[in-house]
């Protein structure tokens, strides 16, 4: 089973539409209770590094 490095995670805010509350690229509002979340792994396979990236968003569900 190869090794895994985390690379990079980055955290950013997520806009959304005032009216729809959809997720939008620029404009809407600042939703202070979700984060996109961007990580990107690395590996070693046969002397060839690959990568990977995964993109979510995370929830205060708790309001905290």
Known sequence: FP??????AIFSNV?????TDDIVDSGGYV???TR???V??????QGETKKVNSEFLIHDVYQN
């Open 36 to 38: 996109k979340v961007v």
């Open 15 to 19: 806009r959304r539409d005032s009216s």
């Open 31 to 33: 939703d202070s209770g």
């Open 40 to 45: 990107e792994i690395s590996w070693q396979d």
């Open 3 to 8: 090794s895994h490095d985390i690379s990079s």
